[in-house]
């Protein structure tokens, strides 16, 4: 006679045997998210050179309920932390708006993702002080990482993405494997800046659960990936950047709402960079780390470091 452990782990395999359908629409309803994104920069002699924490809060509301046409999201609040200093808002972006675009690619005028970049030109913290460009820069980055996690790695891609995933231990390349995506952005970046994907993968991995809802655990990893990038200078010249970068991560996604109720992503970028026109050179190793959350609506009205800070243990 069997015996219950024996049947519990027929019962599991049978479980993860199944087949998973990520090709249905998510449930059409409100939704909120923080993210935390944290770089920590090395010299190539091995010492830290520079810290800085971007924390972000969005809520989404699905084309259905926002009758734009296409989907709304509203920043609740940005803040940023740099070193050891006390964090600071970047109030510009406190109840700003914009509609998503997922095919939107940076051609024709259309910006990434609809993320426009007007916002962004002359940011000032909270205390009145202009952000330099690498600050504006990542600052803007943090809206395209979320929309690569949630929307782009995370919802069909008409038969070239996460809906051809059905069973546990499935890997499939995705569609933005080898793409060339502009990372220009207004005065700040130049035109002809670029990052290039490597083969960029999915991995339906198995099944999870978050906050009591189960889950469907897949990771990604964007292979090897280069880019070149010309930041403008507030006050001289331009700084070129060449770099080769590797990100890896999770996504959480609800088996039953399809939404992502978690994320994380793991890089490790390298980088060259010199003044436009000078020989001395520069080289840099960063680390970033990111989390991604669905959050209530509740915690949503926090400032986003205090989010942050009530979750420590979860880090």
């Known amino acids: 006679m069997e015996d219950q452990k024996t049947i519990g782990i027929r019962d599991l395999q049978e479980q993860l045997s199944r087949t998973f359908d990520f090709s249905i629409e998510r449930r059409q309803e409100p939704s909120y998210y923080y993210m935390r994104t944290d770089f920590i920069h090395f010299g190539f002699e091995g010492k830290r050179v520079g810290t800085e924490t971007y924390y972000l809060t969005l809520r989404c ?3 259905s309920l926002s009758d734009k046409g296409l989907d709304t999201y509203t920043c609740g609040a ?3 932390k740099i070193g050891a200093a006390q964090p600071v ?3 510009a972006l406190k109840a700003w708006q914009y509609k998503f675009n997922m095919f939107a690619n940076g051609e024709k005028a259309e910006p990434v993702f609809g993320v426009p970049h007007e916002v962004f030109e002359g940011l000032q913290d909270s205390v009145g002080r202009e952000l330099p460009p690498d600050i504006r820069y990542a600052i803007y980055n943090n809206f395209i990482d979320f929309h690569a996690l949630n929307d782009s790695f995370s919802r069909p891609m008409f038969g070239r993405g996460v809906e051809r995933l059905s069973h546990v231990g499935e890997r499939i390349i995705h569609s933005a494997a080898y793409a ?6 207004g005065s700040v970046v130049r035109p002809g800046s670029v990052f290039h994907n490597g083969e960029v993968s999915l991995e339906l991995k198995g099944v999870s659960s978050v906050d009591g809802s189960v889950c469907a655990l897949i990771g990604y990893d964007s292979g090897e990936s280069t880019f070149e990038m010309t930041m403008a200078s507030a006050d001289g010249p331009d700084k070129s950047t060449v770099g080769g970068a590797r990100y890896k991560g999770d996504l959480y996604i609800e088996l039953e709402t399809g939404w992502v109720s978690k994320a994380t992503l793991d890089e ?3 980088t060259e960079s010199s003044l436009v026109g000078g020989k001395e ?5 960063t680390a ?3 989390m991604l959350r669905m959050i209530s609506q509740e915690d ?5 470091h205090e989010i942050c800070l009530a979750s420590e243990s979860e880090k």
């Open 89 to 91: 808002s970047i109030v």
């Open 288 to 290: 970033r780390n990111l």
């Open 61 to 63: 509301d699905p084309a």
């Open 78 to 80: 940005f803040g940023l």
């Open 180 to 185: 060339a995506a502009p990372v220009s952005l």
């Open 268 to 270: 490790s970028v390298v």
């Open 300 to 304: 949503f009205r926090k400032e986003p």
């Open 281 to 285: 050179k520069e080289k840099q190793f």
